[in-house]
């Protein structure tokens, strides 16, 4: 039925304003199917006017969706190939929609603008290529083909007017007969805005050009008064570690009770402190990074501010300690401008790094490791790991962490079951408790001549299934827990323990508290006996477990 469609359409010679409706009819009949499906479940139809409502929503949606592309078309000579791009972007969204459910916003877009390519290439599956084919570019290039009607200008505005007051009189009648339906329904389920292909990727797109056309924010300095405060009796220099989790969700983590042993390394480590309630400031890395490293905190967070601002990397370095940024993801989220990166060198990792595939975590704490024999001053040191970063979680740890099977081995998760993907997802954490013990034992290897500690938490969580979801990046606002509800683990030396007086009794009780990602940069400040105006005593963790060694 759609080829003899376009088959008819294709010899039809439309008009732009026509082109630009039998495009949104495309979009709204063929690449939505995960919007109706959605919207039958939460808005089943019992009766006529169940019925009249699902109408009504369809002609909305097709109004919103040629209004948008309706600029789209204002340049005769660019409407065809920035239609034919739309077709091929509006398969590809609704694809990820479909099967991974994920919702499209100016995030989701930044996600992906700040993705490398080593790490998209695993989402390119065969049935990707096969809808994206078939939905996106086969009409793409019959669009291209097609004869198209130019109209005068006369003619054409007049069109637009037509259609523009059509748009009108439609939105009025919805309005009129179901108003109250329909800002129901968006206000208690906000994700539909964000499924509708091609709205979603369009208005995300241009929100996130909005930002980045912005004008440039005058910078701003944050704790310009920072020093160190070190006691004299402190020979010792001290290192803080801060490992900076990818996709680890709390929810699959043994120490807080999961019942499958995920942690068993570091189940045994002495003196651990486990905190079970942290929530991120992010579903995703690039807003979760940054705010973490910030003291704005997630309800005053902004990326484009963050960038033109001072955060905990440039604080550390103006109290001078040394800092170091270890990565394996993709980069740093502009946290760690002001020192260089420290990737790994694939040539000397040739086990690690296995052909096009992104390099294992092992790598980055072996270069890490290395550099522990030479710390002749205060340190501070940051590892970004690759973590859990699905879809390919069986491309994140070595085969002898193959533990809960079988695994799924695809990216394409439609070839797993969700038990498949959930014991790959876990043999992911099981490389991460070993990495962080680990590291431990080379901190406690040194902690008879450095004062040591690890902070570790994860930037954000993951959807394994639950209600058809996977992966993560879902506004915040409707995002589930599984994606904001991260695990956290400190760990010190005697040694730290006693020169910064974290009391273990209150720590760990402190440990039973719910806090956030908030948190972090306060109490790093206080880790690294740094006194500032910028650090709030009521967001370091610790403060009141100094007050009690006192």
Known sequence: MPARLLKVIHTQRPGLTALTALVSLWCLLLLNVPLWSHLSTIRPVHNAQDAAFLASFFLL??????????????????AKPLLALVLVLAAS???FVDVYGVLIDKVMIRNVLETDATESVELFTGRMLLQVGVFGILPALLLLSMPVTLKSWRSELRDRGIALMLTIAGVGVVAGFFYQDHASLLRNHRELRHMLVPVNFIAGLGSHVGDKFQPTLPYTRVGMDAKRVVSAANQKPVLVVFVLGETARAANFSLGGYPRPTNPALSRVKDLIYFPEVTSCGTSTAISVPCLFSDMGRAGFDAEEARARDNLIDIALRAGLEVQWYGNNTDCKGVCRSVPERRVDRAQHPQACIEDRPCLDGALFDDFFRSLSDIRRDRFTVIHTLGSHGPGYHLRYPAEFEQFKPACREVDFEKCSTEEIINAYDNTLLYDDHLLAKTIDQLTAISDRVDVAMLYVSDHGESLGENGLFLHALPYAIAPETQ????????????????????????????????????IFHTL?????IQSVAKRRELTIFADCHAQAD
């Open 61 to 78: 949606a097709g109004l919103v969706t040629h209004l948008f592309l309706t600029p789209l078309t204002l340049i005769r000579p660019l």
């Open 484 to 519: 904001t509800h991260v695990p956290m683990i400190f760990w010190a030396s005697p040694g730290f323990v006693q020169r910064v007086a974290v009391e273990p009794t209150c720590a760990r009780e402190r440990s039973r508290a719910t806090v956030s990602h908030d948190h």
């Open 93 to 95: 969204a609704s694809y």
């Open 525 to 529: 400040l206080d880790l690294l006996e």
